[in-house]
C-alpha cells in the first residue's frame, strides 16, 4: 500500500542509472533514455519501508507495439535490482517529438546504419520548393538521396536509397 509520494532524490537518481541499461527493442543500440521517452521517475515509501518506483514514459508514437516490451524491460531491470512493487506509467500528453532524443543517441543512430532525425532541412537545393526532403546517407554521407518509402522496417522510419553508395537505409522520421 503506498502511504505517499516522495522524491527520495538518491533513490531516484540510482533509479535513472538503472534505465541506462534498458534498450529500444526495435532499434538495439539506444536506450530508452536516448529516446528521451522516460519523462519522471519518482519514488513512494510503501507501509513496509519499501521503495516502490513510478516511472512515467511517453511512447513515440500512439500504438507504438515497442511500448510494452519497454514496459517488461524497466520492469525486469528494476526487479533485477531488487524493487519488488513498481508502477510504469504511459502518458500521451505532450507528444513525443525526436527533439528529446539525445545528440548521443542520434550519433548511435547514424553508426547503426539508420539516419537520425533532422532538425530542418540541412541542404540547400536549386529548387527551393522540393517536396522531398534531402536526407544525409548514414554509409558514406552523401546527400544525393532518394526516398523509396514513406515507411521503413517500422512506422517511425521511411526507406531511402542512396543515389551514390546504391545502399538502402532507414531514416528515422522527424515528429
Not at 99 to 123: C, F, H, R, T
Amino acid at each position: 500500500m503506498t502511504i505517499a509520494i516522495q522524491h527520495t532524490k538518491p533513490e531516484e537518481e540510482k533509479i535513472w542509472k538503472l534505465l541506462e541499461n534498458v534498450t529500444d527493442p526495435e532499434v538495439p543500440v539506444l536506450t530508452i533514455l536516448d529516446l528521451g521517452i522516460v519523462r519522471s521517475v519518482e519514488t513512494s515509501r510503501l507501509a513496509d519501508q519499501q521503495v516502490k518506483p513510478i516511472i512515467t514514459i511517453t511512447p513515440t508514437y500512439s500504438g507504438c507495439p515497442a511500448m510494452d516490451v519497454i514496459s517488461m524491460n524497466i520492469r525486469m531491470q528494476l526487479l533485477q535490482a531488487g524493487y519488488q512493487q513498481m508502477e510504469i506509467k504511459q502518458s500521451l500528453s505532450p507528444a513525443w517529438t525526436t527533439d528529446w532524443m539525445s545528440e548521443e543517441g542520434k550519433n548511435k543512430l547514424k553508426a547503426y546504419g539508420i539516419a537520425p532525425p533532422q532538425y530542418k532541412q540541412a541542404v540547400c537545393t536549386p529548387d527551393a520548393f522540393q517536396e522531398e526532403e534531402a536526407i544525409q546517407c548514414p554509409q558514406c554521407n552523401s546527400w544525393n538521396t532518394t526516398l523509396v518509402s514513406q515507411f521503413g522496417s517500422t512506422a517511425c522510419k521511411a526507406l531511402y536509397r542512396c543515389n551514390d553508395c546504391k545502399e538502402p537505409f532507414d531514416y528515422f522520421k522527424c515528429h
